[in-house]
């Protein structure tokens, strides 16, 4: 079974391994902002380095399919543990939470949804659905509900859309306050 953690240092084990380089590095950026450690069991598998300006406390990592799925601050990055390869998203502010369905990742950031299939590729972007966050409630069959936040007099807005297309299956409470 795989496993991964964020580190801000990688003692020797670690650091003698190949990593694999996320973000913008250069010769100004120094170390990266933090390490992602991947294990299969005990054993140290990959290390992948974050470069990024600015440390970020919204971090999040899975183990998902062949991937792993690294959010750290306003991108999301799929990192093949086959191929070593990495595809980066940017998402807006932040990455919320990833939840796996059907054979999908669901990422919800601050404004919007977005859906992955197996092979880490967008299937799509929801309009925007809250402008501080996005909290999904329950994913069951074809439908996604949740919640997003909006400024007073707002507040939270409750939300259905459908998981294989993300259309709204009614707009709700929204009224004309959606944007694409």
Not at 53 to 79: C, K, N, Q, T
Not at 107 to 118: K, L, M, P, Q, S
């Amino acid at each position: 079974m795989m496993n991964v953690e964020f580190r801000e240092i990688a003692d020797e084990a670690w650091a003698s391994l190949p990593s694999i380089t996320i973000g913008q590095r250069s010769p100004v950026s120094g170390p990266p902002a933090v390490h992602v450690l991947i294990r299969h069991g005990d054993a140290p598998l990959a290390r992948v380095d974050v470069h990024a300006a600015v440390d970020d406390p919204f971090r999040e990592a899975v183990v998902w399919g062949s991937f792993v799925v690294i959010a750290f601050g306003d991108r999301l990055h799929f990192v093949s543990i086959p191929t070593c390869t990495v595809t980066t998203y940017p998402v807006k502010t932040y990455v919320g939470h990833f939840h796996a369905v059907a054979g999908r990742l669901v990422v919800t950031d601050a404004e919007r949804i977005y859906c992955f299939d197996h092979t880490g590729t967008l299937l799509w972007k929801s309009v925007t659905l809250g402008a501080h966050g996005v909290l999904l409630n329950r994913i069951e069959g074809d439908r996604v509900e949740g919640q997003g936040e909006w400024n007073a007099p707002y507040g939270w807005q409750t939300f259905k859309i459908h998981l294989w297309s993300g259309m709204l299956f009614d707009r709700g409470a929204f009224g004309g306050r959606l944007t694409g």
